[in-house]
């Protein structure tokens, strides 16, 4: 290979070094842009379960109790069966904190609350804004929500009634750290909350719950599992089986085409082909003009596999100009967009309040802001594309043009 000739060539041809690297710049641009958004789109979504320290959520459909009155379970929010809980442990290597979650309905107000394991304690520590957290194993012991302990003039010390029994509040949560996903007014161990539920007529009426049983699972569980395991969990526990995951919220968001990883490597794909075929009609247009300039490069002696050795460094030295070119680009829009705002519309099942009563009524809207990060793998896997599909537009121009030097030069 021949390096002034290479950029002799490259000079003497800028319109086709143009189109080439303009084509590989946009194809990289809109490829690295597509991919940060359903990135951020797919982090975002993650967001409001990560909130609970949970990457699904499972419950189950049940009934609506004789009464609505004392402790009461939501109807997404059946017994889970002790056997299915066990399994589905199992299947996350025992990644699983349970919960219960359940209203108290007096004509003093409503209460929702939501007792958790020990894992679920530590983590609203993060969330506290004054006071401590319950300890693990105290009968009495409780965390309030900010805005429920101020509206109803509560602090660390006071006391707060739940199913008729009372609790000393050791702490203040933050509401807006808590997020959303089942927010409660109170917060207890699992253990107090689970005696809670098993002396409940209402809840007894309905399922043989007993003091080892929950209601709720909160599931720690990476991105890429989580497909496997919603299908596992609805084996599991049948067709009444409510999973929420990044996968539900998503059906949450209406008009919306940038929502998953998997789309946005679909759209990358589909920009990567275009830019193929451009680069491939360069190339081909380009050898189809240089025929008889090739037939004399094999008169002088020049064997064919040096011949086409140049033509691919040629081409690959504008594959990584554009490529650069368009990272660079990816870049500057990256910045220059800085973050996208997502609006969730949290399902009820995750959220729930008593319809009937006005005051328990909250906005289940979630704004999740999402910075839009450099995706450094699709970086590397773009410049990886560029480099390739050039490589194999001009090996498959240059094989199609593979003639007779002399009959070549004939026809010039």
Not at 139 to 158: F, N, Q
Not at 224 to 231: A, G, K, M, Q, V
């Amino acid at each position: 290979m021949q390096l002034r000739y290479l950029l002799r060539e490259l000079l003497h041809r800028p319109g086709r070094a143009v189109a080439t690297s303009v084509s590989i710049a946009l194809a990289s641009l809109l490829a690295i842009a597509a991919l940060a958004v359903a990135d951020a789109y797919s982090t975002g979504l993650q967001q409001p379960l990560r909130s609970v320290g949970a990457g699904m959520i499972v419950q189950l459909t049940g009934g609506i109790p004789p009464k609505l009155e004392g402790i009461v379970f939501p109807h997404p929010n059946a017994m889970l069966p002790p056997d299915g809980v066990m399994r589905i442990e199992a299947e996350v290597d025992g990644a699983v904190r349970r919960a219960v979650y359940m209203w108290d309905i007096a004509p003093s107000g409503f209460i929702s609350a939501l007792g958790v394991d020990v894992k679920g304690l530590d983590r609203l520590d993060s969330s506290l804004e004054a006071g401590r957290r319950p300890a693990p194993e105290a009968s009495g012991e409780a965390l309030l929500d900010g805005d429920y302990a101020r509206r109803l003039g509560k602090t660390v010390g006071s006391t707060v009634a739940v199913g008729g029994k009372a609790f000393t509040v050791t702490g203040i949560v933050d509401s807006a750290l808590t997020g959303k996903v089942f927010r409660a007014d109170v917060y207890m161990p699992l253990s107090r909350a689970q005696g809670l539920a098993a002396a409940s007529p209402q809840v007894g009426a309905l399922y043989p719950f007993t003091p080892n049983d929950v209601n709720l699972l909160l599931v720690d569980i990476e991105h890429e599992n989580i497909e496997r395991l919603t299908h596992r969990v609805r084996e599991i526990l049948g067709s009444k089986a409510v999973v929420s995951s990044e996968m539900s919220l998503r059906d949450a968001i209406e008009g919306v085409f940038f929502l998953s990883r998997r789309m946005g490597v679909f759209l990358a794909t589909v920009v990567g082909v275009f830019a193929f075929a451009v680069i491939l009609r360069a190339t081909a247009t380009s050898v189809n003009e240089r025929r008889t300039e090739v037939a004399v490069l094999q008169g002088l002696g020049w064997p064919w596999s040096a011949i086409r050795m140049q033509l691919v460094a040629e081409t690959l030295v504008l594959a990584g100009f554009g490529a650069l070119l368009g990272t660079v680009g990816a870049l500057a829009v990256l910045v220059f967009v800085g973050a996208i705002d997502i609006a969730i519309d949290l399902p009820w099942d995750i959220t729930s309040t008593p319809h009937f009563l006005a005051e328990a009524q909250v906005n289940r809207q979630q704004l999740v802001s999402i910075p839009l990060e450099v995706p450094i793998p699709a970086m590397a896997a773009t410049w990886a594309a560029a480099v390739a599909t050039s490589a194999l537009a001009v090996l498959i121009a240059v094989g199609r043009a593979r003639a007779s030097p002399w009959h070549a030069l004939s026809d010039g």
